[in-house]
């Protein structure tokens, strides 16, 4: 079992920045891929972010890349997002997950564990 928190939402100004954590515990936790989706209101949950456990490899939606990074810490248990240059349209709900493929989560929006979520807002 995988239980995973995350925490560091708020209010942020259009071009500000965030930083989004997500505290995982589990036996075997650190083996997994980790990522992050977002669900505005009224839109569908949509991938943002992932990193796997065994290289570190990241990937990164087209919407985010160049602007978001994923990294993960203290023996793989912990990872974070840093949001920069946030736009309005990004506001939502941000989901931390894991699954034991990152096809699962970067190819089908899917994954095996879910965090409780964080609310992020960017003001125009």
């Known amino acids: 079992q995988v239980q995973l928190v995350e925490s560091g939402g708020g209010l942020v100004q259009a071009g500000g920045s965030l930083r989004l954590s997500c505290a995982a515990s589990?036996?075997?936790?650190?083996?997994?891929?980790m990522g992050w989706f977002r669900q505005a209101p009224g839109k569908e949950r949509e991938f943002v972010a992932a990193?796997?456990?065994?290289?570190?490899?990241?990937y990164y939606a087209d919407s985010v890349n160049g602007r978001f990074t994923i990294s993960r810490y203290n023996d793989k248990k912990t990872e974070y997002l840093q949001m920069n240059s946030e736009k309005p349209e990004e506001t939502a709900v941000y989901y931390c997950?894991?699954?034991?493929?990152?096809?699962?989560?970067?190819?089908?929006?899917?994954?095996?564990?879910w965090g409780q979520g964080t609310q992020v807002t960017v003001s125009s």
């Open positions: 589990g036996r075997t936790v650190n083996k997994y891929t």
């Open positions: 990193i796997t456990w065994s290289d570190s490899s990241t």
């Open positions: 997950a894991a699954d034991h493929s990152v096809h699962t989560i970067v190819r089908r929006n899917l994954a095996e564990y």
